[in-house]
């Protein structure tokens, strides 16, 4: 872990030599520089449907997907699926962490295609997805990256993706802060899922970017995972721990992280994190202003590296509309919160625009 958290540290000045990304060697498939490989299906949003009506893929140690979502006032939201495999490879003729077995190492680009082929069938049903190509995936990755200040033309060959997609791509790196072409780095961490709708409402004028993502975990190892990580707790109280650590796994289990990030002009930077912090605070969310954390956040957000910012505990889905957080899957004792903050605290429907004009105007903060 040291030396990962060397890697993403405060010397990760040359910015491709950090990013995994290789080059496409298929229209959807980015070959990683470590051998791994993924692919971005860009889909609408849609509500949730009955655990019956979904599709289940067994994913293991291996496997990464990000829910990556990148806003701008003018387009709007676009919301894109990454999944990404690394094939264990060994001394074996076969592939170790396919979600099928006996995969020829021969024959893992053949067969991750056909993954994210059935991948993209099971979204389809649900919704209106497409597969990403050449030029769509270089977009995505750029605005990760950029927050889309940069925007790079896919060459006659695509490939040496980490140098082309960074080299506009101005940098800095402080002892816990991060500058994007001359913007302030600002990243809030969601530490539970929560249902964002209002959140989104509320930032609707701001371009930025939402980053969820899942190292997933088999379920034998996710077990043995979450009981080493709460070994100590509640030694005497065993009933309470069992209680604790009820319905933490299920059928999607792995290390989960959740952020949204802003890349903040001078003039915006101080009023912009009062208004977004102020707005969690009204709807009762749990987060953390990443400072001494925000370069491994930040690389650990981004489509394809998955060595960043990988630490417990654990966390289960029940199927990736909950990982992706559909727009009806929204629990009750939530809505509860939901509904007390907007009746006592302030209302979610404010955006930032309007809190910025009153704070212009000098008016006190909108109370319900």
């Known amino acids: 872990m040291s030396s990962i958290n060397k890697k993403f540290g405060l010397n990760s000045t040359a910015l491709e030599e950090w990013l995994p990304w290789g080059g496409i060697i298929r229209p959807s498939i980015m070959k990683q520089k470590d051998g791994s490989l993924f692919s971005i299906i860009q889909y609408e949003p849609y509500s949730y449907y009955p655990d019956g009506a979904l599709p289940f893929f067994s994913f293991r140690r291996g496997w990464v997907i990000w829910q990556e979502i990148q806003h701008t006032k003018a387009q709007g939201q676009k919301r894109y699926l990454v999944v990404c495999w ?10 170790g962490n396919s979600l099928h077995p006996r995969i020829k190492k021969s024959k893992v680009v053949d067969y991750f295609e056909l ?14 997805a497409k597969l990403l190509e050449y030029q769509e995936i270089m977009d995505v990755l750029s605005f990760a990256l950029s927050h889309g200040d940069s925007h790079e033309v896919l060459p006659e060959v695509p490939l040496y993706m980490d140098a082309l997609l960074s080299d506009d791509i101005d940098i800095k790196f402080g002892a816990n802060n991060m500058y994007i072409n001359g913007k302030h780095l ?10 964002t709708d209002k959140i989104y409402k509320g930032i609707a004028s701001m371009t930025y970017r939402h980053s969820r993502r899942l190292i997933c975990l088999g379920k034998k190892e996710s077990k043995a995972n979450l009981m080493k990580y709460s070994a100590r707790w509640c030694p005497s109280r065993k009933v309470i721990k069992s209680m604790a650590l009820d319905d933490i796994l299920s059928r999607y289990n792995g290390y989960y992280t959740d952020s949204f990030q802003f890349a903040l002009s001078e003039d915006d930077d101080f009023s912009f994190r009062k208004f977004f912090e102020h707005l969690l605070d009204s709807l009762g969310v749990n987060y953390i202003v990443q400072q001494y954390g925000l370069k491994e956040t930040f690389w650990g957000s981004i489509p394809g590296l998955f060595l960043a ?36 605290l302030v209302p979610t429907t404010v955006n930032v625009e309007q809190y910025f004009s009153s704070k212009q105007r000098g008016e006190p903060d909108v109370q319900a």
């Open 86 to 95: 690394n094939p264990f490879i060994s001394a074996s003729e076969y592939v």
């Open 115 to 128: 993954e994210i082929q059935r991948i993209l069938e099971a979204m389809s049903s649900l919704t209106s």
């Open 186 to 195: 600002y990243i809030v961490s969601l530490l539970v899922p929560w249902s």
């Open 309 to 344: 910012n990988s630490r417990p505990p654990i966390m289960g889905f029940s199927h990736i509309s909950e990982f992706l957080e559909a727009d009806e899957l929204v629990h009750e004792a939530e809505n509860n919160i939901l509904d007390k903050a907007e009746s006592t």
